[in-house]
Every structure is written in C-alpha cells, then in structure tokens.
C-alpha cells in the first residue's frame, strides 16, 4: 500500500488541476492505437478529441460522458459516476471513503496507484502513473468491468490554460441519426 504521504501527495497533485491540455497516446488491450488532444476542466469535464481517421469523440459535461462515434452515426451516454475516471474529475479528489486504494507502487522515476470506487468496485480500475521528478501525471490506465484495459499517455501537458465552455458540450443526435442511450 501507498504511504499516507504518497497518497497526500497525489491528491494535493490533482486538487491542484482546474485546467489542463495535453496530447495523448491511447493503446487498447488489442494494441490499436489512436491520438489527440484531451482536455480537462475540473470539476467534471473531460474532452477526448481524436485525431483523423478515428471518428470518435468523448465528452464528459459534469454530469454524462457522451461518447460519439461520427462515422457510425451513434451517440451513447452514460453517469459521469459510474466511470473510473471520476474519480480524478471529482469537485476534491479524497482517495479514501469513496474511493478505495487497491496499491501503489514505486520504480525508478514512477509512482503509480491503483483506484476504485468503494461503492461499486466493479465497475473498473483506475491505475495513475506519475513522473516523480518533477511529480506530474504521466499516464492512466482503465481497467473495465470486463476486463478490458486501455492506456493513455500523456505528453505536451499544460496546466492551467484558459478552455473555450464549447469543448465540454456534449454532442446530441441529429434528426434522423441513431442516438441517445444510455
């Protein structure tokens, strides 16, 4: 298990967001591989802007994660809640009550940490890798309810950077397209 002084230190580290901007790197569990642009307001917003040809876009607007895939004409939400990465996105992160850490772990220049939610652990893990010198988030891992892990890197990471409102709108179904859900 962590120390109380590493998990001190992540919380005071991700409390401390209200912006952020960076490129990233995501790799499936298959080995596919697509980039963007992720952008991060706290509290509650999220925007995974992919680059072309993927057609997928992600949308968390403080309540829903809206996840679009353009080519296919669908449009699927679910409670911003019952995700993983809540946890970070949360008004104070507090890694203790409703969230439970599973474990930490330290080598060479990272220190990673292992999350849930307390109430419904099922629902996935959330895996926060730091750079320790200087201490920054350098990459997350989500493990879903099925097992299924995806990996996102991050590089190019702006802290505090003004964000337009428009980016954490979430996209709606067009007349005549497939939509909703939830």
Known sequence: MPSAEDIGRVETYL???RTLRARFLQVDQRGRV???TVYIQRPG?????YDPPSP???VADGTTVTYQDRQLGQITA???GQTPLSIILAERVRLSGEVTVLRGEKFGNRQEIWLTRTASPREGTLILSFATEPFALAQWRVID???QEVRVTLSRV????????RLFRAPQAQPGQPGGGG
Do not use: Y
């Not at 702006?158 to 409102?165: F, G, I, S, T, W």
């Open 15 to 17: 409390n401390g967001i």
């Open 34 to 36: 697509a980039e963007g």
């Open 45 to 49: 917003r999220m925007r995974f802007e």
């Open 56 to 58: 997928i876009l992600i």
């Open 78 to 80: 679910v409670f911003l």
């Open 145 to 147: 309810a099925q097992a």
């Open 158 to 165: 702006e802290r505090d950077v003004p964000l337009e409102a």
